[in-house]
């Protein structure tokens, strides 16, 4: 059983090109990384409301600079090979995976982080209106309320990248892999492509290879992923450096 996992930057269009340059009619099936992104699934608390927005703004801002990949899905359909596009964690369960105490840290000091910088910026902008042009400052405060609601936005969408980090990462990772394996077990596939955002790459991979499979792991083409790559990289030699160490003088022996 092969599988070939091709890591993106989701803005990278250099990664876009690699994708489709696969020779799909060699697989049995395409795996992308995907969820159902309802939001309101559940009961609304005030934590999970902060979360949702900034989920909702993500996606309404930086989320606006993926690149399509409907290309890629005509493909696949038009090589009638099996695709696969929702194999990744539900958001409500992405939000249960965050420790309550880490909810409150990132997403409320997000607010005071935003309106710091803002209010002082607002100060200096109405001591210089009530000076230069007093008829304006109602505007003045009318455009610094919008400011003030979408920097917020910018800020709880920041908070809410920090929070679907590190192990939440690692637990979707796994969710991905073992929704693979139990999809390709059923199907009986051989042979498949998995497409996802170059942070999940190492993660199913080895999932995948505890459970037998042989990988062929492809990182991502954009200079801006490479960069994060080397910095993960590093990291973790950094924090296990006996590890490191181990493998470094094995490969010399």
Not at 20 to 47: C, H, M, Y
Not at 89 to 118: C, N
Not at 163 to 187: F, K, P, Q
Request: proline share 2%; charged share 30%; hydrophobic share 45%.
């Amino acid at each position: 059983m092969k599988a070939v996992i091709k890591g993106e930057v989701h803005s990278s269009r250099k990664d876009k090109r690699a994708l489709l340059d696969i020779d799909l009619s060699q697989f049995d099936a395409v795996f992308k990384e995907g969820r159902d992104n309802n939001t309101f699934n559940r009961d609304i608390s005030l934590v999970y409301a902060l979360f949702s927005i900034g989920h909702i703004v993500f996606r309404a801002t930086f989320g606006k600079l993926y690149v399509s990949t409907d290309d890629f899905e005509q493909q696949v359909e038009n090589e009638g090979v099996d695709f696969f596009d929702d194999i990744d964690t539900d958001f409500e369960e992405v939000y249960s995976l965050i420790s309550t105490k880490k909810r409150v840290l990132l997403l409320f000091p997000a607010l005071i982080v935003a309106a710091l910088p803002f209010g002082i910026f607002l100060g200096f902008v109405e001591w210089v209106t009530v000076r230069t042009a007093p008829s304006y400052l109602r505007l003045v405060f009318t455009v610094a309320t919008l400011a003030l609601i979408l920097l917020f936005g910018f800020a709880w969408a920041c908070a809410y990248f920090q929070l679907v980090l590190g192990s939440v990462t690692r637990a979707r990772d796994e969710y991905m892999a073992e929704n693979i394996i139990e999809i390709a077990e059923r199907e009986g596939y051989d042979s498949i492509v998995v497409s996802c955002g170059d942070g999940h790459c190492r993660g199913i991979s080895t999932r995948l290879e505890e459970k037998g499979w042989e990988t062929d792991v492809r990182r991502t083409e954009n200079p801006v992923g490479k960069l994060a790559v080397w910095k993960d990289q590093s990291l973790r030699k950094i924090r296990h450096p006996r590890r490191f160490l181990r493998r470094l003088y094995s490969r010399r022996e």
